[in-house]
């Protein structure tokens, strides 16, 4: 009765596994699907196939605003701002003292960056779960075949013991 289950467990799973339905075949048939049929995917190449120009977009944004570059760069031109408008321009100053233009770009940038940089970050997120399903049904599939090479190793043994057995016997003879 268990190797019936165990038959019925793995068909469920190869079905899981290759997303057809599976008619009553045998273990054997169910492993030789699992072999034939490969499970893994390209990530990048599939999310690059469905991407927008949005998701482009969002990519570059996150990209360029989590660099080195952009901080240091980003930084100069802030220094720039406050040396320009507190010593250069002086009582000519485009922002006087306490930069309120500034804190009013420095907000807008923010507001604009943040949901960019989380519309990257949610489509990582689901590069990585697509990644992940991929890893386990790959790792599934390999259980399952080593399962079944194990089983097929341990037939193998007990057919060459049997055959040990009777060589000897007719050795004794």
Not at 73 to 90: C, E, K, R, Y
Not at 129 to 134: A, D, I, V
Request: hydrophobic fraction near 45%; include cysteine.
């Amino acid at each position: 009765m268990e190797k019936k289950d165990n038959v019925v467990n793995k068909r469920a799973l190869v079905k899981k596994l290759i997303k057809q339905d599976i008619p009553g075949e045998s273990e054997d048939e169910l492993i030789e699907m699992l072999i034939d049929k490969p499970l893994s995917i390209d990530v990048e190449k599939h999310e690059d196939e469905n991407i927008t120009r949005g998701d482009r977009i969002a990519d570059k944004v996150a990209e360029v605003a989590g660099s080195w570059p952009f901080i240091i760069g980003f930084t100069l031109f802030l220094v720039f701002w406050v040396v320009l408008n507190a010593v250069i321009l002086g009582t000519h100053a485009i922002d006087e003292y306490p930069f309120i233009l500034l804190n009013l770009l420095l907000s807008c940038l923010a507001a604009l960056q943040a949901p960019v940089i989380m519309m990257s970050q949610n489509r990582q997120a689901k590069k990585d779960s697509l990644r992940n399903q991929n890893d386990y049904q790959v790792d599934l599939k390999s259980e399952l075949i080593l399962e079944d090479l194990h089983d097929d190793i341990k037939t193998l043994i007990k057919n060459q013991n049997k055959i040990l057995k009777l060589l000897e016997d007719d050795i004794d003879e």
